[in-house]
């Protein structure tokens, strides 16, 4: 018996990152296969792209323990430093920053990059309205995004706020 790693909806806001016993009538000739130790990891073909840098990690706790799947890049593959510059951008966000914000059902998106240097975004969810938005746009989102993409020089926001209906803090 195998183990299957495999990302459902890979580069998509919803892709998940799964991991399934792999039966040996089961397991697909286009699988890479790593021999481990104690058994055979099959990695989905279309998958691989998006579970690099993933790992699986057990703890163990008072209740038994705990496997964690972390894919940094099941939503959006990893990015080169010499990829166009809203791709970088999108890939900081949906790695890094939407995975925060998924806590208090929020989400930021990429409209447009103005003047060369400008992440103009756009948040949803439950960042839409907000009253805590102006503090994760800078403290949060901005100080991030300059970090791993030095060409952004700012970062601004255009969202309509006003609307508060399913807003995080009111």
Do not use: W
Request: glycine content about 6%; some cysteine.
């Amino acid at each position: 018996m195998g183990v299957r790693i495999f990302v459902t909806q890979p580069g998509t806001k919803n892709a998940e990152t799964c991991l399934a016993y792999c039966p040996p009538n089961e397991v697909v000739p286009t699988d890479e296969q790593v021999d481990l130790e104690k058994f055979t990891l099959y990695l989905d073909h279309n998958s691989v792209p998006f579970l690099e840098e993933a790992y699986v990690d057990y703890s163990k706790d008072q209740m038994g323990g705990q496997l964690t799947i972390k894919a940094p890049n099941a939503k959006v593959p990893k990015v080169d430093d010499d990829a166009p510059l809203p791709d970088r951008i999108q890939y900081v966000l949906a790695s890094e920053i939407n995975p925060s914000l998924a806590a208090h059902g929020g989400e930021v998106s990429l409209v447009e990059v103005a003047d060369e240097s400008i992440a103009v975004l756009r948040f949803g969810g439950g960042c839409q309205g907000c009253s805590a938005v102006s503090l994760t746009l800078k403290q949060g989102v901005e100080t991030t995004l300059r970090e791993r993409v030095p060409e952004i020089t700012a970062v601004r926001d255009v969202t309509d706020h006003s609307y508060t209906e399913n807003a995080y803090y009111q």
